[in-house]
């Protein structure tokens, strides 16, 4: 093991949302690095499921972003922590025609009012060299029949960056904004061809590839306070 490897080795990463979709996928991903890693769902029937699926030494925990109250103690028993990445999202269709609020409200507390409040719950967690990784996504940009609050808290997500970006130094924090993942269980065996023909890769982004994103922003320590785009080039076509 080069030494490289063992210092990631010895790393602890939180994984807010990480039982199913991207998130699941990043837990797969930091474990078999070595890492200890804490995953969370809403329930811990959903989080013990997908640590037991996992193994590798992930615990399972139940966080429910939208109920912020009960973030700080539910993240009670994590020690430091090197890594946090926040996918969660409890998806709200929704338009100004149809306006439903009781879903709008819990979107907009989970991605901005919970993301922040898991933050301020670990701050003193977090190691000198901490990186965090928050999920917003392109709807912002290219909205879809029904986005309007997964589009108006992606912005968001882009302004807490900004924010956390100096309040939190010399903790990193960074996020990514997909475009539409096809492999992702939200839109695998969805009719993607429009969305196809307008991306330059001329193919959609992979989980795989999002994964790389996370850990190359986790890494790379010079990075910090960026938005990054996960689109194959979705936005300029
Ligand atoms: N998939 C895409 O193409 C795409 C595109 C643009 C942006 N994104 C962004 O990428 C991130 C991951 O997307 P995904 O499609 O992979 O997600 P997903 O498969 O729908 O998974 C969502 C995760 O969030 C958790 N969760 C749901 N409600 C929660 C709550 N109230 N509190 C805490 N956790 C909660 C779920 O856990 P339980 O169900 O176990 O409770 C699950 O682990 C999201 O932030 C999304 O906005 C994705």
Request: without cysteine; aromatic residues 4%; proline residues 4%.
């Amino acid at each position: 093991m080069s030494s490289q490897s063992k210092e990631r080795a010895a790393r602890t990463a939180v994984v807010l949302g990480g039982t199913s979709g991207i998130g699941k996928e990043i837990v797969k991903s930091l474990a078999e690095k070595g890492m200890t890693v804490y995953l969370s769902g809403r329930t811990s029937e959903t989080a013990q499921k997908a640590a037991a699926e996992i193994g590798r030494g992930t615990t399972g925990l139940a966080v429910d972003l939208s109920e912020p109250e009960s973030i700080a103690g539910s993240l009670a028993a994590i020690g430091p922590v090197d890594y946090l990445v926040i996918p969660a999202i409890e998806r709200d269709a929704n338009t100004i025609a149809d306006y439903n609020i009781a879903r709008a409200t819990r979107l907009v507390t989970l991605k901005l009012v919970g993301y922040a409040e898991s933050i301020h719950a670990l701050r003193d967690r977090f190691t000198p060299d901490a990186a965090i990784v928050l999920f917003g996504g392109l709807a912002m940009q290219r909205p879809y029949p029904g986005s309007t609050t997964v589009s108006t808290v992606n912005g968001g997500v882009v302004g807490l960056v900004n924010s956390l970006t100096t309040e939190l130094a010399p903790v990193r924090i960074n996020a990514v904004h997909p475009g539409i993942i096809g492999d992702s269980p939200y839109w695998e065996g969805k009719d993607n061809s429009n969305i196809i023909s307008r991306t330059p890769l001329g193919r959609l982004v992979t989980m795989q590839e999002i994964v790389n994103s996370v850990e190359f922003l986790l890494e790379n320590t010079g990075v910090n306070g960026v938005n990054l785009a996960m689109d194959g080039g979705w936005l300029l076509k």
